[in-house]
């Protein structure tokens, strides 16, 4: 059975939820980092299975774009994310979410 | 070339701006200078145009920004035909009072530059003078009443700022309420005077045809309004006829006597020369709110003219403040007194020539006194900081002292006072010959009584004027070097060079500007800012003869006080004369017992108002309160809240782009 767009689009609501649920329910800040960065892969496999079966026979390059982009967005925001964990872990010494509430109002 | 109006007027505004701009306070005073002398770089430019194309008729330049069509329902009542329009006029008053106010607030705050020093208001004083100055360019470039009376109550704000300037302390705070507060009863009259304007006029000068150049016809434009007069005088106007005139034309009196501060409306003066910094007392004495004044009058003097009645009414005010204030500053030793008093006789003299229809006199005086004033006032500055005190008795040989600023005093002093071809001389010259004459541009003229009571009052003003300023002078310039416990004389000097060099100029001008005006010739001062009237030059030489002789006769009435050769009448009258008639004090009583006293009732009334807005306030305390707790600061919250926020945003699109929501449809 070939793979066509129906599979590509289910796994990537798949991975999605994946990454949403760990986003929610990790507690270590690296592995939210994780989740999220996996919940970005998943629209990024969503927009290029979209540019590669094309829409009523047109194949728009502007998917393969975007999912590049969401790449290197992705790549950006692991750079920030994980110097802002180490800063945190520096001054805390944690990296538990839970304690980590200064925006409480 | 006239579109450089919006230049000179806009540019103070962009100045003020920019001059936040820079961190340190020495900038942003140099952005402030920068931007004024570039206003009256275009002001001189402006003008000299002016000049050489004296015959066009006024250019005007307009912005509308909302427009009431004709029935337009307002809450209230219907309102026909109104303009919200701002823009500039170019005619010989405007091209004049905005070269004339540009240039002296240029020199103010150049002056203000080296008097300032170590100020810790410093930005804040540049870029007060600056929207001051801003205002006054708006109100003497307005082409309709509306914005005249816009500026006109910006200016009003503008120098509470100033005049409050070292607010921290109670008396200077006070001044500039009680300013505020008095020349509001003006503010009151000009709007007053607009609405009773509008509601009898509008419906007739909309039915005129437009001015060339112009889309609408807006009911507030002074030229509009010139021709509506006429034919209001004529009872060719339903519902208005002389009694609506007169009515208008007293309420712009009120309104112009409480800016100007003449008598009985003068007590925020005294108030102002005693607590405001020297720059700004420079400003308000000369070129902005007392020169405001005078501009209404003058600027809306085809009404008057059609009113003439009130014409006299304005000349007696006028003679009686400039009689007043001579008399006053005469028994006055403060400096801040005696230069305060002569400039409410100055303004009265300006009044008196507005009464007299010459009112090209009357702008004349405002920019001579605008000259020696200035430097009046900037060398009264310097000598008070020099010598610590207030009072002349305590002053002495500045002559020697601070070189600069007493010759700039005897300049200044001598030109007020009339001496033979300095600037002063002409303008007085112009005053006497103008009520000499005693003829309106339009053929008109006061009653023969009138004119009597105004000669004699002027001549005693300018005799009586001469004298103190002289006496000053000579007290503090050639008098005995003060001997008082602390005080060491070596130490009075200059306070550096951009203070007397902003001295100078306009001691310069003081003396050699009054060739612009000798009465009497065609090509002369009046005959360019009221280019379109036929010039009155009769009286003119024995004008200039009674002036010179009043004017000498004074200086050596002076001399003589100063000499001891002559004594002012008994110590218990000039205590009297000092306090001004104790009018001030009448003043407070007044409001001891008018505004204090029934004050605790609305204290109470506040009371019970403050009740309810204070549940109001505990009513939103609670609910921030509440709303505050959702905010859990958590990662996991923050997120599911992202998604539930997002699905649902999917989700409608989703409905709306398969047609399942109602007035949404696919765009596909």
């Not at chain 2, 020199?107 to 929207?131: I, S």
């Not at chain 2, 000009?190 to 005129?208: D, E, G, H, P, R």
């Not at chain 2, 998604?643 to 929501?661: D, E, K, N, Q, S």
Request: with cysteine; charged share 10%.
């Amino acid at each position: 059975m070939d793979a066509g767009l129906d599979h590509f689009v289910v796994l990537s609501a798949l991975l999605f939820a994946v990454g949403a649920f760990g986003m929610v329910a990790r507690r270590n800040l690296l592995g939210v980092l994780m989740s999220a960065q996996v919940m970005l892969m998943a629209s990024a496999i969503a927009l290029a299975a979209f540019a590669r079966f094309g829409y009523k026979g047109t194949h728009p390059l502007s998917g393969a774009v975007f999912a590049l982009f969401v790449v290197v967005a992705g790549a950006a925001e692991v750079i920030v994310a994980t110097s802002l964990l180490l800063l945190v872990h520096r001054r805390r010494d944690t990296v538990d979410v839970d304690a980590l509430d200064d925006l409480r109002g | 070339m006239y579109n450089l109006a919006w230049a000179v007027v806009l540019l103070p505004l962009g100045g003020f701006l920019f001059a936040f701009l820079p961190e340190s306070p020495r900038r942003a005073a140099q952005v402030c200078v920068t931007f004024t002398a570039a206003a009256f770089v275009m002001a001189m430019v402006v003008l000299l145009y002016r000049v050489a194309h004296v015959r066009d008729n006024p250019y005007q330049s307009m912005v509308t920004f909302w427009t009431f069509d004709p029935g337009t329902k307002m809450i209230g009542g219907f309102i026909s035909d109104f303009h919200m329009q701002v823009g500039v006029v170019v005619d010989g008053l405007s091209a004049v009072m905005m070269a004339v106010v540009s240039f002296v607030s240029l020199l103010v705050q150049v002056y203000a530059t080296g008097f300032m020093r170590r100020d810790d208001g410093y930005t804040r004083h540049f870029t007060t003078l600056l929207l001051a100055t801003f205002a006054m360019l708006a109100l003497v470039a307005s082409p309709n009443l509306f914005q005249l009376w816009l500026f006109w109550e910006a200016l009003g704000g503008c120098f509470f700022l100033l005049v409050g300037h070292w607010w921290q302390r109670d008396e200077a705070a006070s001044a500039a309420r009680r300013m505020f507060l008095v020349t509001g009863i003006g503010d009151l009259a000009l709007l007053l005077a607009i609405v009773f304007l509008y509601t009898k006029l509008a419906a007739s000068i909309a039915l005129q045809p437009a001015p060339p150049g112009q889309s609408v016809n807006d009911p507030l434009n002074f030229f509009s309004l010139q021709k509506e007069w006429t034919a209001v005088m004529s009872g060719h106007v339903q519902g208005s006829g002389p009694r609506t005139l007169i009515i208008l034309s007293l309420l712009l009196l009120l309104a112009a006597m409480a800016k100007s501060a003449l008598v009985p409306l003068h007590g925020w003066l005294r108030g102002v020369f005693e607590e405001a910094p020297a720059p700004v007392i420079a400003l308000i004495s000369s070129v902005t709110v007392g020169a405001a004044g005078v501009f209404l009058i003058a600027r809306m003097d085809p009404l008057f003219l059609a009113a003439p009645h009130v014409l006299s009414v304005v000349g007696l005010f006028g003679a009686l403040s400039a009689v007043a204030g001579a008399v006053f500053a005469l028994a006055q030793s403060d400096i801040r007194g005696l230069l305060a008093w002569l400039t409410v006789s100055q303004f009265g003299l300006m009044f008196v020539a507005l009464g007299v229809g010459a009112d090209g006199a009357a702008i004349f005086q405002l920019v001579a006194h605008a000259w020696f004033g200035c430097v009046l006032v900037f060398a009264a500055g310097s000598l008070v900081t020099a010598y610590r005190t207030t009072d002349i008795r305590e002053m002495g040989g500045a002559w020697n002292a601070m070189r600069t600023s007493s010759r700039a005093l005897l300049v200044a002093a001598a030109s007020s006072a009339g001496a033979v071809l300095l600037a002063g001389f002409w303008s007085l010259s112009a005053i006497t010959a103008g009520v000499l004459r005693n003829q309106f541009p339009n053929l008109g003229h006061v009653s023969g009584g009138v004119k009597g009571v105004l000669i004699v009052c002027v001549a005693a003003a300018v005799l009586l004027g001469a004298m103190s300023p002289l006496r000053m002078f000579f007290t503090v310039a050639l008098g005995e070097l003060p001997r008082r416990r602390g005080f060491q004389p070596q130490r009075v000097r200059e306070l550096g060079g951009r203070v007397t060099a902003a001295t100078t100029a306009l001691a310069v001008l003081a003396a050699i500007g009054g060739f612009a005006g000798i009465p009497g010739v065609r090509a002369s001062f009046s005959n360019f800012v009221y280019t379109l009237r036929p010039p009155g030059t009769g009286s003119a030489v024995l004008g200039l003869v009674i002036t010179a002789v009043l004017g000498l006769a004074g200086a050596s009435l002076a001399w003589a006080l100063h000499r001891g050769a002559l004594r002012l009448p008994a110590a218990r009258a000039t205590a009297l004369l000092a306090e001004g008639l104790r009018v001030d004090a009448a003043y407070e009583w007044v409001v001891q017992h008018v505004v204090v006293r029934p004050a605790p009732l609305v204290e109470t009334v506040d009371q019970a108002v403050g009740g309810n807005l204070d549940e109001l306030g505990t009513g939103v305390d609670l609910g921030a309160e509440t709303g505050r707790r959702w905010q859990l600061g958590r990662i996991d919250a923050v997120t599911v809240s992202a998604l539930a926020g997002g699905a649902l945003v999917a989700g409608l699109i989703v409905l709306g782009a398969t047609g399942h929501l109602p007035h949404v449809g696919a765009t596909r």
